[in-house]
């Protein structure tokens, strides 16, 4: 209880006076700095206070630093993934103009092929391309984009670089239509190479061909190849058609079964060449008559 007149003594020791501490500090500070200009007294202080503040630093600087790690991630994930869309892209690309470029590598292929064999052929020929394939399942029939206009008639043999894929049977304005030689209605006359022997071929319409009309033991053997004969004035002879595959003899029957497959490509090739027709040979010259000039002058010389 405090009594009227007298103060309590203070409870903390205030020391002196804060404007006095003010200036103490002030002093010390502007000593040190001077003294660090001068002599770099506080190098290994600040050095040891910078050590022990680092992992305070780098803990105060860790939200911002995973921040920009994160986003440099997202960042890099987006560019990433662009960047495969767009290899991606130029990869079908370059595929699509590879396999085009192997397309049209193969095609000028054939058509050199083709050419050659219009060289070597006797006849006039130009070469067509196959449209499509005719909906008759149960034929082998294609559609060519020349008609009429461009001088293709019925009866036309149609080959590759190969050989005799088949022959035109109607011919239209602006397309004709050719059956192949595996169409089961379709024959020509054929020969083996090796031997001469005549026949005839026959399609068997699933792709394949047959040798028909040969005895049992007849000389036939598995890869015998057959070219045509020419009898027929419509196939020029000497043309590859097919090579025998697989020759069946039995005793019971009178003819063999002789299967073949085709040379060219029948139901595999785009461009055909469509030789034109075999050319009639010309008639041999009338014989000169001799005898009759001397006896009409003969016989004038007798009047006068």
Same mark, same amino acid.
């Given at each position: 209880?405090?009594? @009227?007149?007298?103060? !309590? ?7 002196? $006076?804060?404007? $006095? ?12 700095? *001077? ?13 040891? *206070?910078? %050590? ?7 803990? &105060?600087?860790?939200? +911002? ?12 994930? /987006? ?15 370059? &595929?699509?103009? #590879?396999?085009?470029?192997?397309? %049209? ?27 499509? $394939?005719?909906?008759? !399942?149960?034929?082998?029939?294609? @559609? ?26 109607? /011919?239209? !304005? ?36 047959? #040798?028909?009309?040969?005895? /049992?033991?007849?000389? *036939? ?9 020419? #009898? ?14 697989? @020759? ?7 003819? &063999? ?21 075999? +050319? /009639? ?17 003969? =016989?004038?010389?007798? =009047?006068?």
């Amino acid at each position: 209880m405090s009594v @009227v007149g007298h103060q !309590p003594p203070p409870f903390f020791n205030r020391g002196p $006076a804060p404007l $006095a501490r003010l200036a103490f500090f002030v002093a010390l500070s502007l000593l040190l700095l *001077v003294l660090d200009l001068r002599f770099h007294t506080l190098e290994l202080v600040r050095q040891g *206070v910078a %050590l022990i503040t680092y992992p305070m630093q780098r803990l &105060a600087y860790a939200p +911002e630093e995973a921040f920009g790690r994160w986003d440099n991630y997202l960042t890099s994930l /987006a560019a990433l993934e662009q960047e495969n869309a767009e290899l991606r892209q130029k990869q079908l690309t370059t &595929a699509r103009l #590879l396999l085009r470029q192997e397309h %049209l590598e193969q095609e000028n292929q054939r058509l050199r092929a083709l050419l050659d064999m219009k060289q070597r052929q006797p006849v006039t020929s130009q070469v067509a391309e196959i449209l499509y $394939a005719a909906r008759d !399942p149960f034929s082998r029939r294609v @559609v060519l984009d020349k008609g009429t206009r461009q001088n293709i008639a019925a009866g036309q043999v149609v080959v590759d670089e190969l050989g005799v894929i088949g022959q035109v049977t109607r /011919a239209f !304005p602006m397309i004709s239509e050719a059956t192949l030689i595996t169409d089961k209605d379709q024959a020509v006359p054929v020969q083996i190479v090796r031997n001469g022997l005549r026949s005839v071929l026959f399609g068997t319409g699933d792709g394949n061909l047959e #040798l028909r009309f040969l005895a /049992a033991n007849a000389d *036939v053997q598995a890869g015998d190849v057959l070219v045509t004969s020419g #009898l027929d004035d419509v196939y020029l002879p000497g043309l590859p058609v097919a090579k025998v595959t697989r @020759v069946d003899r039995d005793t019971t029957y009178a003819f &063999a079964r002789i299967l073949c497959e085709p040379i060219a490509g029948v139901e595999r090739h785009g461009q055909v060449l469509v030789l034109g027709p075999r +050319e /009639a040979p010309p008639p041999p010259p009338p014989a000169v008559e001799t005898q009759d000039k001397p006896d009409k002058g003969r =016989k004038g010389k007798r =009047k006068e």
